[in-house]
């Protein structure tokens, strides 16, 4: 096949990103993969092969259709649980495959357990605890009914995990909401223990958590931000390395998204410059066009400036980004020719075009871009 534009990704970058969650974690503590959106755009089919290379065992998704990718390129023997959407319909083949599920409905519970009795295996379920974030999992005064159905119902679950989530550990703006959240938890675990009734494991901790409340590192800790070279918030990194004598950036990042001239075209003083009257050439210039544009994942808002990197040189996104193309200013450039590498972020000579400095020109949060990069653009892994 042929394409536009390729995501390379790094199997070496992406290893120093898991060692070093792995020494903030310590040796009793799980770490999960958190590959949900893509692999946080990364890829689920190449990125889960290389966690596994890693000795990564666990993977955390959002959806089933997440749980069927990572199945589809899994080793045996790895555990795979599903945070949010499971269709009731989708149940029998979860339990059937041993995938692991949140459950934070009584709908959902019940539902389970009819699935589990049909199948004839029990529910590997994690219940999720509503501490303070108002999205999804069930209140503190709804738990003690909640453990008593699984009192009554044992033979159809197997009572995996007991597990929240934190709304906003990335930002000491949030510390006493935070705060709040795990006293809240702690309530929860003290209600399954009068009632007899706990888990293989407790896990609360995300990225930020890991980082900025180690208190809720626990049995588990599910990490997605880190392991592909990214902090959950430039706050994070700085509170990282004031704790450390070496101020480098520990992460590394994995990702480098190219493409290449399509076309070179002379364009005289005084002409406007594609869709509209938004540039207008007041030299004679030269306009590269490369085939990426806003429907291959490189957003609109980035008309008229945003930056690419060809021939280890800055050089500048001019007029409206196309559906398919953008249009580059490389009339300073010297010996420039069609098939040109041309990055888009990543490194190339001396330069880089951080996955920061991309988002912050183009209003996106470093989560929202890298999920954002299409699923058809073809990756590859490189060492």
């Known amino acids: 096949m042929w394409y536009t534009a390729e995501i390379l990704i790094s199997e070496s970058n992406v290893k120093n990103n898991i060692e070093f969650i792995q020494s903030l974690t310590g040796e009793d503590t799980l770490f ?34 997440e749980a069927y990718r990572v199945k589809k390129v899994a080793q045996p023997n790895t555990t795979i649980m599903i945070m949010g959407m499971v269709d009731n319909d989708a149940l029998e083949w979860v ?71 934190y709304a906003g550990a990335e930002s000491y703006a949030n510390y006493y909401r935070v705060q709040n959240q795990i006293k809240t938890f702690h309530q929860v675990v003290e209600q399954g223990k009068e009632r007899k009734i706990t888990p293989q494991i407790y896990h609360t901790a995300c990225s930020a958590a890991l980082l900025g409340f180690p208190e809720t590192k626990m049995d588990m800790a599910r990490v997605g931000i880190l392991q592909y070279g990214y902090w959950p918030s430039k706050e994070t990194l700085i509170r990282c390395l004031n704790e450390t004598q070496d101020q480098r950036d520990p992460l590394r990042r994995a990702i480098k998204w190219r493409s290449k001239i399509m076309s070179l075209k002379e364009v005289p003083a005084g002409d406007f410059v594609g869709y509209g009257t938004s540039y207008l050439t007041e030299t004679d210039m030269t306009i590269a ?15 008229n400036q945003g930056r690419v990197l060809i021939h280890g040189q800055r050089m500048s996104v001019i007029s409206i980004v196309n559906m398919n193309m953008i249009l580059v200013d490389v009339t300073n450039l010297e010996s420039v020719e069609k098939g040109d590498e041309v990055v888009l972020i990543g490194g190339q000579g001396d330069l880089t075009i951080s996955v920061d400095s991309f988002g912050e020109l183009s209003s996106q949060l470093n989560y929202e871009l890298l999920t954002r990069l299409p699923y058809n653009t073809p990756r590859t892994v490189v060492s």
């Open 289 to 303: 066009a490369v085939p990426v544009g806003y429907a291959y994942g490189y957003t609109r808002s980035l008309s």
């Open 95 to 165: 339990i059937e495959e041993e995938i692991e599920f949140y459950v934070f409905e009584t709908d959902r519970l019940e539902k389970a357990r009819e699935a589990a009795l049909k199948v004839g295996k029990p529910a590997r379920i994690h219940l999720e605890v509503e501490t303070g974030m108002n999205r999804t999992g069930m209140s503190l005064a709804l738990m003690p009914q909640v453990f008593q159905y699984l009192k009554k119902h044992h033979q159809q679950f197997e009572y995996v995990g007991l597990c929240t989530h």
């Open 32 to 65: 999960s993969s958190v590959v949900k959106g893509n692999a946080y755009g990364h890829g689920i089919e190449v990125f889960v092969p290389i966690a596994q290379r890693c000795g990564v065992r666990h993977f955390s998704v959002f959806s089933t259709n």
